[in-house]
């Protein structure tokens, strides 16, 4: 639980930074998994809805302890974030009361560049290691492209499908393993539906608003694909353009929020939740952080609980084990197209360069952790902002 604990205080990013720390501490640093298992999982989570981070380090833990573990890791995972969000949430309305206003640029600017420079570190770790024959190379390059080209969340599982399909062709070139009868446990998925239906109810006939808050969140966190990246867009044109529940400069502000709190994207619907409950005052606030938390993760993590131990028995079979050569190879051009996405907003200037350029050296070559990295880098951005001001 120590690392699970040092991750959520230090990684920034979203998912495609995440993946980095993942495999920097978890399968480089302690060998908790093989950096094989940590692509296949992650392709995993990317064929379900939900928080494709919080849903990989939720499997890790399954896998290395079971549900107990899985469950103590997941909430030290989303608290830390949870807590942070909320404080600012109630922060940000005394600071409107106060008519103040809260600049985060100041510690924001070099998070950017500094999360292009783990991802493209995560990539060349990656590619070393998984991308060995012909057919991965075609395969990581085909998906880098076609992610970076057509930018829709539906993609990311039919790349994944078809590159898997792929290579599945090869399965004779594996040794039969004895296999066991498959065994589905409908109980998880059966769960979501009941709480999807339940919830749903609950709010129309109440119209109370936390319950409201729970079903919108559930709701987003059971459909949408792609992480965060995708999440933010849907929240505001819920939230934003047709509730009205915030306006577009508490959002834009608590998408500033996002850069600066470690931890997983998704966790930016507490802040919605807490604003969303601003007028019943601060312990309202924390009902509606919590709320819209529980919401936004409880179905990606039913799924995980649904699919993982399935994944597990189905990958004996020789061609899915086949097909884990083209699906590695697509999760591999994933991260490399990240790089280009990530890279692609941000300012061409000589000081995200500089910051690019010393970030993914400094992995590459020295023992310095991501974790300080970032943390020096907030730092960084904080002095050279007040020496700009004086």
């Not at 909430?75 to 949430?89: E, G, K, Q």
Request: glycine share 8%.
């Amino acid at each position: 639980m120590r690392d699970v604990t040092w991750l959520t205080l230090s990684a920034f990013g979203g998912p495609q930074a995440h993946v980095a720390l993942f495999l920097k501490i978890l399968v480089q640093k302690r060998r908790y998994l093989t950096e094989a298992e940590l692509m296949e999982i992650n392709a995993l989570c990317q064929l379900l809805p939900g928080p494709s981070s919080t849903q990989t380090l939720t499997a890790i833990a399954y896998k290395r302890g079971g549900m107990p573990l899985a469950l103590l890791a997941l909430l030290i995972w989303i608290f830390p974030a949870f807590c942070m969000v909320t404080v600012f949430a109630i922060t940000l309305v005394a600071w409107q009361n106060e008519q103040q206003n809260l600049n985060l640029w100041a510690y924001t600017q070099l998070m950017q560049p500094i999360a292009v420079g783990l991802v493209a570190n995560a990539g060349i770790a990656i590619v070393g290691k998984l991308v060995q024959t012909r057919e991965a190379i075609l395969i990581t390059a085909m998906a880098a492209v076609a992610a970076y080209w057509l930018r829709t969340p539906f993609l990311l599982p039919v790349l994944l499908l078809l590159s898997g399909l792929a290579t599945s062709v090869k399965y004779r070139r594996f040794v039969r393993e004895e296999k066991t009868r498959l065994s589905v446990k409908w109980k998880y998925l059966i769960i979501f539906l009941g709480l999807f239906v339940a919830i749903a109810a609950i709010g129309g006939i109440t119209r109370l608003l936390p319950i409201r808050i729970l079903e919108n969140f559930y709701r987003n966190g059971a459909l949408v694909f792609g992480g965060g990246q995708v999440l933010v867009p849907i929240l505001y044109n819920e939230f934003v353009e047709f509730k009205h529940y915030l306006s577009p400069a508490e959002f834009i502000s608590g998408y500033a929020l996002l850069q600066v709190v470690p931890g997983p994207v998704f966790s930016f619907a507490g802040y919605i939740g807490a604003l969303t409950m601003r007028e019943y005052g601060i312990s309202g606030m924390i009902i509606g952080s919590l709320m819209a938390t529980v919401g936004i993760n409880l179905p990606g993590v039913l799924f995980i609980f649904f699919a993982y131990p399935f994944w597990e028995q189905l990958k004996k079979y020789r061609p899915v084990k086949a097909s884990l050569e083209g699906i590695n190879a697509a999760g591999a051009g994933l991260v490399i197209a990240a790089v280009f996405l990530l890279w692609e907003p941000m300012p061409i200037t000589a000081l995200n360069l500089i910051t690019v350029g010393t970030t993914l050296m400094l992995l590459q070559f020295s023992n310095i952790s991501a974790p300080l990295i970032v943390l020096s880098g907030i730092a960084i951005g904080w002095l050279i902002t007040q020496w700009t001001v004086t």
